[in-house]
């Protein structure tokens, strides 16, 4: 069964960091295209970034609003994608996503995590 | 960075009816690189359509997408109770990968 486990949100302060796991089970992770997408509370979905599989260049690729401040990694040794991210403000508040996509054949699959919570207040 | 534009904001419609929902972006969408997610309240999203057209696995055949370009749909046939969700179209020819703003899919 695949399944994506998101961890490490919390409640931080403006200025602050955070780092969020999302673990994968259930497929090749060192095969797939590893994504973050966010929703602000009532607020429709956000692209924040990705981050390739190695042998498509493991390059990572930012939305704007984040670029410079967080940072996308991956540890395909124990099949975990991260989100570093610094500088946080109160526009950052949201429901962290992961998702992975993969092909199969001519096929493409992608799995969803359920979420992590990010409040950014004072 | 290209944006969508979905249309209506809120379709309401009944069980059986057809619904069909547009998503425009501002410039072409290369290799039609268009999916479309369905969301349900205190869900995840899920895939239905990728490459404009291509059904997800395990999505039921009365979901289609179609379009190329600057204009996409996504059509449901026949409304069955489980569909009324939010809809939400994203590009992901060229980065920012972004997505449209939703269509709230409501029982009439």
């Known amino acids: 069964e695949v399944q994506l486990v998101e961890s490490g949100g919390g409640l931080v302060k403006p200025g602050g960091s955070l780092r969020l796991s999302c673990a994968a089970s259930g497929f090749t992770f060192s095969n797939a295209w590893m994504t973050w997408v966010r929703q602000a509370p009532g607020k429709g979905l956000e692209w924040v970034g990705h981050i390739k599989y190695k042998t498509d260049g493991g390059t990572t690729d930012y939305a704007a609003p984040v670029k410079g401040r967080f940072t996308i990694s991956r540890d395909d040794s124990k099949n975990t994608l991260y989100l570093q991210m610094n500088s946080l403000n109160t526009e950052d508040t949201a429901l962290y996503y992961c998702?992975?996509?993969?092909?199969?054949?001519?096929?493409?699959?992608?799995?969803w995590g359920q979420g992590t919570l990010v409040t950014v207040s004072s | 960075e290209i944006v969508l534009t979905q249309s209506p904001g809120t379709l309401s419609l009944s069980p059986g009816e057809r619904a069909t929902l547009s998503c425009r972006a501002s410039q072409s969408v290369s290799s039609s690189s268009l999916a479309w997610y369905q969301q349900k309240p205190g869900q995840a999203p899920r895939l239905l359509i990728y490459a404009a057209s291509s059904r997800a696995t395990g999505i039921p055949d009365r979901f289609s997408g179609s379009g190329s370009g600057t204009d996409f749909t996504l059509t449901i046939s026949r409304l069955e109770p489980e569909d009324f969700a939010v809809y939400y179209c994203q590009q992901y020819g060229s980065s920012p990968y972004t997505f449209g703003q939703g269509t709230n899919l409501e029982i009439k």
């Open positions: 998702f992975g996509g993969w092909v199969v054949g001519t096929t493409y699959f992608q799995h």
